[in-house]
Structures are given as C-alpha cells and as structure tokens.
C-alpha cells in the first residue's frame, strides 16, 4: 500500500486513470497548464533524455512516459513535494524511467553536467516576488506559484544550461509574460519555434501560452491554431477533452 | 477630374466606398493588412496627430480618418507613390486632416521633431532584404516589400523617436517575425501592450500579427481573441466582413 499523509489523495492524473497521482491541495496540485504543456511537447519515441524543471509532483514526467521510452529526470526544489513526486512514480511503476532529484534548479550544473537533455520541459512559477502582504501564507503553495526561490530568468538559463545545441525547451506561462518570455530566450540562444495561446472560450483573452524553442535554433517562429478549453456552454472543446481524456 | 496614370485606376478603399483610392498593381496596392491595421489601432477621436511611416498610397491614413479628427501626417519614401498618396488625399476632401511627406523615415527627426505624435501607425516591408536572384524586378514592389531602404529596427527606431512618452505605436507584421519585433521594441523602450493574431481561417497557422506598443509602458500585455478571416465555406467571417465593408 501507498503512504500517504493525511492532507494527501490520489487522484486520476489523466481521466481515463491510467495514471494516478498523489496530490494534496495545501502542498502541491497538478494543473490543467502541466496537462497541457505535457501534450504540447514535441518528444523523442524511443529513446533519449528529458527533463522537467520545477517538477512538482511529478506530473509532467509520468505524462510524457505515456508518449516515450525516453528517460526522464525531474528537478523539484521542495523537499515534501519531491517526496510525493517519488512515490508517484513508485505507484505508477515507473522507477525504470524516471528519475527525480531533489534541489535546486540553479545548482543543476553540477548535479546533471551540461547540455545533456533532448528536451527540457518547466511549468515555472508564474508571478513575481510577492510582497510580504500579498504573499500566500502556505509556504509550499508560495514556492510554487511565485518566483521566491528562482526568477524567469534562472528559469530560462538552466533550460539553456541542459538542452542539447539544437535540442528543445518547452514551457507554460501566462501571456502577460510573453515579452519576458521571448527577450529572455533570445538572450540565451533559445530560439521560438512553436507559440500556442491558449483562451478559456471564445471572444476572451489568452490566459495561457505555450512556447518550444530550440536551442541554437535559427528564427522561423510559427504560431499554432488557437487552443479553446471551454465551449459556450461551459463544457470542454473536443480538443482540450482529448487532451484531457488521454 | 482626377489625373491617373495609365496603369492606375480607382478603388473602393472600403466596401461601402465611402471612401476611394487610387491604385496600381504594378506600383502600390493598398492589401488587407493595412485595413485590419487601422482598424486595430486605438486612436484619439477629436483631436491629436497621429503619423503613419511607410504610407504607401495612404490607406491608413484615409481609413483613420474616418474615426477621429486628429491630423494624420503619412511618410513615405517613393515619390511616384506618394505622389498616388497625394491625389488619394484630394480626391477625397481630406487635405486638411492628411499631410504627406517624401522622405526617408530614418531622416524625419530633422523634419518631424521629436516625440510629436499621439499615435505612430507602421505597415512595413515584411522581408528581409533579398538576394538578387529573388528580387522582384518591379523596384515599386520591391521597396514597399523588402527590407531595402530600411530595416526593422530602422523602423522600431523611428516609432520610438516620433511617440510621445506614453504615446503608442501599432504594427502589422507576419508571426515569423514576431520574436525580432518584441526584442526590437524592448530595445527602444516600446512595451507591447496588445497583440491579436490573424488566422486564415480555423485550424490554421496565423499568417499576420497585429501589435500595439506604449512607449516607456509598463510590461502588461494581452493577447486578444484570434481574428479568422475566412469561414469553412471560403466567405469571410462576420468580423472579417464588418472590418472590410466598414
């Protein structure tokens, strides 16, 4: 039997429930953006490396283990939430692929070497630095959600650090951050190919996007049809339910 | 009567032809993109002064008009067509709203000043300058298309300096482009603040990208809601077809 502690439950990762994940919503909860950044990724079948910065409790790895037999090693700076990442993949059996490091994506360097990855993924933390008033008063949730602990930027230059010269980054973020997003990339040689905007429903702003670059690349961005989450009548698009439904 | 040119003749600038303009296929035409531009651009209503760089035979201009009264100077490069801009200009009554301008937009601070207009409106070349085996050989086309007489960042550049602070800047350009243009704009302090991409029709790539800028803005950007330009059945889409008939 699984541990778990008492704020813990195990729910479908995907709702099909291939996959189940050990989540708890005053630590650590997967999200639609992990859901989607996982399918938006472009990934090597049969063999390779992958890895995931900022990996929470693992759901991007044992999405992406449902599309490759590439290895796939995730980086988590949260000694609680790397634990149930662990036991995520313990549950889903899937120890012989993915491997998950506890520390900090800055100190990747020489943990992990240089330019050693295929693609690496990150679903990072989204906001600023809050201000002492408006931060979250749960530290696990703060971490994860603010850039306490490392910037867009740290962000951007492990994801340099670890992809092969011409090998990918993939990332979620919200639109407001696209400027962020695109000069960073720039700055560290990642170049834009693929940018996703993602919309809850018709006729609303973006409220998400998804980016791959490649690193060394040279410049030819494309930008992806529209992705919709809802419909009108408030159900899932056909597309966000496969996406979704596995 | 109005004088033209054996290869030019006179158009509907709007569907409604409330508004009318000479054009040449073999000089300048006025394309689609310069009326999704205009109408995307915030403008003052009563008064201000808006510039319009790379006016070609002054479409911009002559559909702003329509929505504010503020003066409207077009800068354009090539004297055939803004001599076309010109009788654009008189044919329909807007002599005292519209001033045109020869000249090169790298020259206009000595003509111009600095930092004078409300509102800077460009639609330029989309292509890097080509090699001499793509030019086209119709040097009209070829300047108002290709990266000849001057670049993007020439471009960005002169949008920066003709902006008030606070003033914004609106372009139409191609999504391959889009990472040159955010850094370009971060470059001269030009801080993107809406940027709406245009689709062919559902389930396509975006073929042009609409972008408003604030100079010295804070970073705050959205993305708007997708613009599609055709249905399935290959009619335009309804707002497609309220941007073009007016």
Redesign the interface.
Known sequence: MMELYDDERIDNLLADASIKIIQSPSVFSFSLDAVLLANFTNVPVKRGAILDLCTGNGAIPLLLSKRTNATITGVEIQERIVGMARRNVAMNDLTCQINLIHGDLKEMGAVLGHSGFDVVTCNPPYFRTPSAREQNHNDYLTIARHEVLCTLEDVVQACKLHAKPGGKVAMVHR??????I??L??KYRL??KR?R?V?PR?????NM?LIEAARDGK????????LYIYQADGSYSKEAEEIIYG
Chains 1, 2 share one sequence.
């Open positions: 639109p407001g951050r696209l400027v962020d695109i000069t990339f720039r170049e834009p940018l905007f919309y018709d006729g609303k702003e973006a996007l410049a030819d961005l494309k930008i992806l049809p529209p």
